[in-house]
């Protein structure tokens, strides 16, 4: 029961945690990676797009890496502007997205959100050289759908890091996913609260305890206080030569 609760809580902790890579994505079909697409000097790869059907508006999208666009579109992956300029609305953002195989003959699109807007970008290979963007517009309120036609768009059709730009992005924008020390540092949380509710579990409903008795290892956390302080006084005094005082492991 308890070994259930722990493999439940890990899978559902892990899920919320581990975000997409908005760069590479690979499954038993191969491996997507539009890296090499991204422009890294803060613009949009694929600027002011204007859908056929005509709305008021016009699309940007950079692929991977986030963008920014004037007047209020800073950090983004996809920025909806109005025709005349005056107006920019951030429809995605990279650290949201998230991608799906398209399944058996179906293509593989990566979606992105922001706030209740969500954009969805279906890809299309192609391996004639085209390279382009279809902004396809608001399909229904707050819904955005575009598609990239691209070599990159096929499976194992690139790989790579994203192209390099004379210019740097000055700081601008933020970085897509997590870095590595915060993804060791969140599992280690999340290590640790599984062992807690997985431990408290099994007291509970196998051994029927209550109260701190639920606690695992209670003993040995109640005293962890006493013995880091014990172990900081002793190497204090060892530094200062101090002479020895009784230590007793734990």
């Known amino acids: 029961m308890y070994w259930l609760t722990i493999a439940t809580s890990f899978a559902i902790l892990s899920s919320l945690i581990i975000a997409d890579d908005p760069c590479r994505y690979q499954t038993a079909k191969g491996v997507i990676d539009i890296s090499s ?28 890496k986030p963008f920014t666009e004037l007047p209020s579109c800073q950090g983004v992956a996809a920025c909806q502007v109005s025709t005349d300029g005056k107006y920019s609305f951030s429809i995605g953002k990279q650290e949201t997205a998230k991608w799906n195989s398209g399944g058996i003959g179906g293509s593989p699109t990566v979606t992105y959100t922001d706030g209740p807007k969500t954009l969805i970008v279906t890809l ?28 990159c768009a096929c499976w194992d059709g690139c790989g790579g890091g994203p192209q390099t730009t004379t210019k740097s992005s000055g700081g601008k924008g933020g970085k897509g996913g997590i870095t590595g020390g915060a993804v060791f540092i969140i599992l280690l949380v999340v290590l640790f609260v599984v062992y ?36 900081a006084v002793h190497i204090y005094r060892r530094v200062l030569n101090k002479g020895d005082t009784p230590y007793q492991s734990v």
């Open 37 to 64: 697409l991204a422009r890294t000097d803060d613009k949009a790869k694929y600027p002011d797009k204007i859908p056929t059907t005509g709305s008021g508006y016009k699309y940007s999208y950079n692929p991977c």
């Open 196 to 231: 807690f509710i997985g431990f408290a579990a099994y007291y509970r409903f196998r051994l029927e305890r209550t109260g701190v008795e639920l606690i695992a290892h209670r003993t040995f956390w109640v005293g962890l206080p006493s013995y880091a302080k014990d172990g």
């Open 124 to 151: 299309a290979c192609s391996k004639d050289g085209t390279d382009e963007l279809e902004a396809q517009g608001e399909s229904e309120t707050n819904n955005y759908k575009m598609r990239l036609t691209n070599k």
